[in-house]
C-alpha cells in the first residue's frame, strides 16, 4: 500500500488503533469488523483539510449538504448486517464518499450501491477503484426504489433516514434477509432491523442514532 493509503501522522496506523480501542469500549465486538475498520483508509474519503480527524468517532462534512457516518455508525451497521454470518448478495443506499461502501466490501459476494448525487456517487467510484474494489456495482438513482434488476438481496442497508422503511426495499429483500436503516424523522431515528421470513418481517428496533435525510429523487 503506498504511503497516501497506509498513512502518517494523524492517519498511522496508531491513531487507527486508538478508533479501533474506542468502538470496542463503546460496544463494538465483531473483530473481524473492527480489523476492516483498522484497515480501511478513512482519510481518503474525506478532504485533505479534515484528515487529521478521520480517525475520530465522528461524522464530517462531504459536500453537498452530506456527511461521512461516524465509524461507530458504519462498525454497527456492518456488524448488525453481518450478524447471521456473510451475506452473498447486499444492496448499500447512499453511497456517499464510499467509506461504508469500502467497509463492507469484505462481508459480502456482490456490493450493488445507490446514490442520489451525481458528483459524490462519481468521486466515490474513482475512490473504489483505487482501493482495488471494483467490483462493486455503483447506480446514481433515488435508492427508495432498490434495485429491481438484481433483487433479491440477502442484505439492505440504508444509511439514510425516513420515518417509513420503503415497500420496495422490503419486497427486494430475499428469504432470510436482513434490511439496517435507520428509522425516523430529522429529530429522533432509530436504528432498525427488519429480518425476513417468507412473507413475514420481523422488526427490532436498537440505538438512537442522527443520519442525514432519505431524499426522493435525483440531483445530477
Ligand atoms: N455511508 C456514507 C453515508 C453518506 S450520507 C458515507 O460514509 O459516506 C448518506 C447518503 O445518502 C448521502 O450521500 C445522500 O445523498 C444519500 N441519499 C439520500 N437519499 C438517497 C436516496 N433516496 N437514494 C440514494 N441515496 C440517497
New binding site residues.
Given amino acids: 500500500m503506498d504511503i497516501q493509503l497506509s498513512g502518517i501522522g494523524m492517519t498511522s496506523a496508531r491513531t487507527r488503533d486508538r478508533l479501533v480501542q474506542r468502538l470496542r469500549e463503546t460496544g463494538i465486538e465483531d473483530d473481524r469488523v473492527l480489523d476492516t475498520i483498522r484497515n480501511t483508509p478513512r482519510h481518503f ?1 474525506i478532504e485533505e483539510a479534515l484528515a487529521h480527524q478521520a480517525y475520530d468517532d465522528t461524522a464530517l462534512p ?1 459536500g ?1 449538504g ?4 461516524q465509524p461507530w455508525v ?1 462498525a454497527r451497521m456492518t456488524e448488525l448486517l453481518m450478524d447471521a454470518g456473510r451475506r452473498g448478495k447486499v444492496l ?10 469500502a467497509v463492507l466490501a469484505p462481508f459480502c459476494d456482490e456490493l450493488y450501491s ?4 451525481r458528483p ?1 456517487q462519481e468521486q466515490a467510484r474513482k475512490r473504489l477503484l483505487r482501493l482495488g474494489l471494483a467490483k462493486v456495482q455503483l447506480k446514481h ?4 426504489f432498490g434495485w429491481k434488476s438484481e433483487a433479491p438481496f440477502d442484505g439492505i442497508l440504508a ?2 433516514a425516513r420515518p417509513d422503511i420503503p415497500d420496495d426495499l422490503l419486497e427486494q429483500l430475499a428469504d432470510g434477509g436482513r434490511l439496517v436503516m435507520p428509522v425516523g424523522d430529522d429529530r429522533k431515528q432509530i436504528l432498525t432491523v427488519v429480518d425476513r421470513e417468507g412473507d413475514e418481517f420481523h422488526t427490532q428496533s436498537l440505538d438512537a442514532v442522527r ?6 429523487g ?1 440531483m445530477r
Wanted: with cysteine.
Fill in positions: 474519503f462531504i453537498h452530506q456527511t461521512i457516518s458504519v448499500e443506499i447512499g453511497t456517499g464518499c464510499g467509506y461504508q461502501t445507490v446514490e442520489r448525487i459524490l438513482a433515488d435508492g427508495g444509511a439514510c443520519f442525514v435525510p432519505f431524499q426522493r435525483v
